[in-house]
């Protein structure tokens, strides 16, 4: 539900925040207040395309933002955002998009930047736009069929079978991999045994390389060594003024005086300490020193044995494995490891193969079966949804409107499957008497289109199961009341306050009739901004939206109706608001 909404120098406003709430909200205004300009707003926050005229003149950028709560149970946006490492606080996200006049923009999910597509595509799970000029979900063929799923109760069968089929086309292209590698198969075979045989007989050892390149570097500067060790155990323990020599003075002289002042004790046991220490470094240098030797013959062994492991790794490492595994030996095993997996899988390719056919056929049966059930509860649904909405639709100023949702089979002979059933779900409509059915794309009117998908939108709350709809919970409506009045107005606005019992609607109107049924009523006005400097020279002309109270929305009612707020309109604002207007 969209909770607030601020729009920062977007056409002709210049700085407007609006809090909503649920239910029913309505906007109006005199006609080129810039009502379309929210609208438009909405619009650019859900991913439409737009150009840098959106912004206003005389500033270097335009931007939107929204609070918007989610529902606990919209799973379709939580998984979404989830797949992005993008959490709601309190179960709300803020969503922001701005344009620079340069043309460039930006796109933030609670802080995260994204693509247009990507916005558009979040926003599609919240919101529904109908109005003539934009993008309307309606239009969109490949939902007609989850709105029938819907209506029917058939969402859970309709995704197992997704399931199921995603899971045959898997199995498919296994069998296919197989049959295309089976030619090759020997010849890899051999490879990789060759590679393990390799890699066996070399046996590798994780981090080898480091310890042969540090024991080639002390090979190699032996004689250096050797006199830097032979000075240490000089300095240690072999001169006469070496480490030890002066320690053992020192303690007996400190002695001596510690027999004459007991004070000296502490001192004398930091000074045992200290020389202990020092002939436990002496001992073990000594025996450093009594190992060290320097043998020819090493140096070629280790020269041969880091070649052969550089071999190895520029054989059977990868840069994409080195990146993943540094160590080189280690990169070698894990070759190893992969290329005896590889042996096993097509080593044991024929079973395999088998048992992939057996798996194949028992899926097909399955989704079969399950094709046949969705598409006879397809059809039958359709026949019911048709009528409803028809009906619906003969009451919001469409007589003689026949809606039917066309089901086809994909395949002209036979039983051809698609990830979601054996057949396409199309809604068509013919508006008038005598005419064909049509597809709903070339539905001229955008209040006609509207609507359509009003009386969708009321069909699926009137069957209970609105429920498990809780994805587009706000639903925003332009245009709705073009070319209706009297009566059918009043079952527009009827049908908008039903279905707004179970969603967040804003709609557009230009009609007291469906205005009057409002929660929340705002009025868009065009002002004239008086310049700082004054004279008028620098005036500016700005959208301002105002939230409405009881007084207010009755003058606009009554401005509504007639032209003005006289007394006769205020008196017909009375009774409508009486009859029709929202008590709380």
């Given at each position: 539900?969209?909770?607030?909404?601020?729009?920062?120098?977007?056409?002709?406003?210049?700085?407007?925040?609006?809090s909503?709430?649920?239910?029913?909200?309505?906007?109006?205004?005199?006609?080129?207040?810039?009502?379309?300009?929210?609208?438009?707003s909405?619009?650019?926050?859900?991913?439409?395309?737009a150009?840098?005229?959106?912004?206003?003149?005389?500033?270097?950028?335009a931007?939107?933002?929204?609070?918007?709560?989610?529902?606990?149970c919209n799973?379709?946006?939580?998984?979404?955002?989830?797949?992005?490492?993008i959490?709601p606080?309190?179960?709300?996200?803020?969503?922001?998009?701005?344009?620079?006049?340069?043309?460039?923009?930006?796109?933030?999910?609670?802080?995260?930047?994204?693509?247009?597509?990507?916005?558009?595509?979040?926003?599609?799970?919240?919101?529904?736009?109908?109005?003539?000029?934009?993008?309307?979900?309606?239009?969109?063929?490949?939902?007609?069929?989850?709105?029938?799923?819907?209506?029917?109760?058939?969402?859970?069968?309709?995704?197992?079978?997704?399931r199921?089929?995603?899971?045959?086309?898997?199995?498919?292209?296994?069998?296919?991999?197989?049959?295309n590698?089976?030619?090759?198969?020997?010849?890899?075979?051999?490879?990789?045994?060759?590679?393990?045989?390799?890699?066996d007989?070399?046996?590798p050892?994780?981090?080898?390389?480091?310890?042969?390149?540090?024991?080639?570097?002390?090979?190699?500067?032996?004689?250096?060594?050797?006199?830097?060790?032979?000075?240490?155990a000089?300095?240690?323990?072999?001169?006469?003024?070496?480490?030890?020599?002066?320690?053992?003075?020192?303690?007996?002289?400190?002695?001596?005086?510690?027999?004459?002042?007991?004070?000296?004790?502490?001192?004398?046991?930091?000074?045992?300490?200290?020389?202990?220490?020092?002939?436990?470094?002496?001992?073990?240098?000594?025996?450093?020193?009594?190992?060290?030797?320097?043998?020819?013959?090493?140096?070629?062994?280790?020269?041969e044995?880091?070649a052969?492991?550089?071999?190895?790794?520029?054989?059977?490492?990868?840069?994409?494995l080195a990146?993943?595994?540094?160590?080189?030996?280690?990169?070698?095993?894990?070759?190893?490891?992969?290329?005896?997996?590889e042996?096993?899988?097509l080593?044991?390719?024929?079973?395999?193969?088998?048992?992939?056919?057996?798996?194949?056929?028992?899926?097909e049966?399955?989704?079969g079966?399950?094709?046949?059930?969705?598409?006879?509860?397809?059809?039958?649904?359709a026949?019911?949804?048709?009528?409803?909405?028809?009906?619906?639709?003969?009451?919001?100023?469409?007589?003689?409107?026949?809606?039917?949702?066309?089901?086809?089979?994909k395949?002209?002979?036979?039983?051809?499957?698609?990830?979601w059933?054996?057949?396409?779900?199309?809604?068509?409509?013919s508006a008038?008497?005598?005419e064909?059915?049509?597809?709903?794309?070339?539905?001229a009117?955008?209040?006609?289109l509207?609507?359509?998908?009003?009386?969708?939108?009321?069909?699926?709350a009137s069957?209970?199961i609105?429920?498990?709809?809780?994805?587009?919970?706000?639903?925003?409506?332009?245009?709705?009341?073009?070319?209706?009045?009297?009566?059918?107005?009043?079952?527009?606005g009827?049908?908008?306050?039903?279905?707004?019992?179970?969603?967040?609607?804003f709609?557009?109107?230009?009609?007291?009739?469906?205005?009057?049924?409002?929660?929340?009523?705002?009025?868009?006005?065009?002002?004239?901004?008086?310049?700082?400097?004054?004279?008028?020279?620098?005036?500016?002309?700005?959208?301002?939206?105002?939230?409405?109270?009881?007084?207010?929305?009755?003058?606009?009612?009554?401005?509504?109706?007639?032209?003005?707020?006289?007394?006769?309109?205020?008196?017909?604002?009375?009774?409508?608001?009486?009859?029709?207007?929202?008590?709380?």
């Amino acid at each position: 539900m969209l909770e607030e909404l601020s729009i920062r120098n977007y056409a002709l406003i210049e700085n407007l925040t609006l809090s909503f709430g649920g239910g029913f909200n309505v906007f109006t205004g005199e006609t080129g207040a810039g009502k379309s300009i929210v609208v438009g707003s909405l619009s650019f926050l859900m991913g439409a395309k737009a150009e840098a005229d959106v912004i206003r003149t005389g500033t270097e950028e335009a931007g939107v933002s929204a609070v918007v709560s989610l529902h606990p149970c919209n799973r379709d946006a939580r998984e979404w955002l989830e797949g992005r490492d993008i959490t709601p606080e309190e179960d709300r996200i803020i969503v922001r998009r701005s344009m620079k006049n340069t043309g460039r923009g930006s796109i933030f999910i609670q802080n995260i930047p994204v693509t247009r597509n990507d916005l558009a595509e979040f926003m599609a799970l919240l919101f529904d736009l109908h109005g003539q000029h934009n993008h309307e979900s309606l239009l969109r063929k490949e939902n007609h069929r989850r709105y029938l799923d819907h209506f029917a109760g058939l969402e859970e069968e309709a995704a197992a079978f997704n399931r199921a089929f995603l899971e045959l086309s898997g199995k498919k292209k296994a069998l296919e991999d197989m049959v295309n590698s089976e030619q090759d198969r020997d010849t890899r075979l051999e490879l990789l045994r060759y590679a393990v045989e390799e890699i066996d007989t070399a046996a590798p050892r994780a981090g080898e390389s480091r310890e042969l390149e540090n024991e080639a570097q002390k090979l190699g500067d032996f004689e250096r060594l050797a006199a830097q060790v032979n000075a240490a155990a000089a300095a240690l323990y072999d001169n006469e003024d070496s480490l030890l020599s002066m320690g053992r003075r020192a303690r007996s002289a400190l002695d001596a005086a510690g027999a004459i002042d007991a004070s000296l004790e502490p001192v004398q046991k930091r000074l045992d300490d200290l020389y202990f220490e020092a002939e436990d470094l002496a001992e073990e240098f000594r025996s450093y020193r009594e190992a060290l030797s320097y043998d020819p013959g090493r140096m070629e062994e280790v020269e041969e044995r880091l070649a052969l492991l550089h071999r190895l790794k520029k054989k059977y490492v990868s840069e994409a494995l080195a990146r993943s595994v540094p160590d080189p030996e280690e990169g070698v095993l894990a070759y190893k490891s992969q290329a005896e997996e590889e042996i096993a899988d097509l080593s044991g390719i024929e079973m395999n193969r088998e048992n992939i056919k057996a798996e194949i056929a028992a899926l097909e049966k399955d989704i079969g079966a399950r094709s046949v059930s969705l598409g006879t509860k397809r059809k039958a649904a359709a026949l019911v949804l048709g009528r409803g909405i028809t009906e619906i639709l003969c009451r919001l100023g469409m007589p003689n409107a026949r809606f039917s949702p066309v089901i086809r089979p994909k395949g002209q002979t036979g039983l051809v499957l698609g990830p979601w059933g054996a057949e396409d779900v199309e809604f068509f409509i013919s508006a008038n008497t005598g005419e064909p059915l049509k597809d709903l794309s070339r539905i001229a009117s955008g209040g006609e289109l509207s609507r359509v998908m009003l009386a969708i939108k009321t069909v699926l709350a009137s069957a209970d199961i609105q429920g498990g709809d809780v994805s587009q919970e706000t639903l925003i409506f332009d245009e709705v009341d073009t070319g209706i009045g009297g009566e059918v107005a009043l079952s527009v606005g009827e049908y908008l306050v039903k279905t707004a019992g179970r969603k967040q609607i804003f709609c557009v109107t230009h009609l007291a009739s469906i205005a009057v049924r409002a929660d929340n009523h705002y009025k868009v006005e065009k002002l004239i901004k008086a310049s700082k400097e004054g004279g008028g020279n620098g005036d500016r002309t700005v959208t301002t939206v105002k939230v409405l109270g009881q007084h207010e929305k009755r003058r606009e009612i009554a401005r509504m109706l007639s032209g003005d707020a006289g007394n006769a309109a205020l008196a017909h604002a009375d009774d409508l608001l009486a009859k029709y207007g929202n008590k709380a």
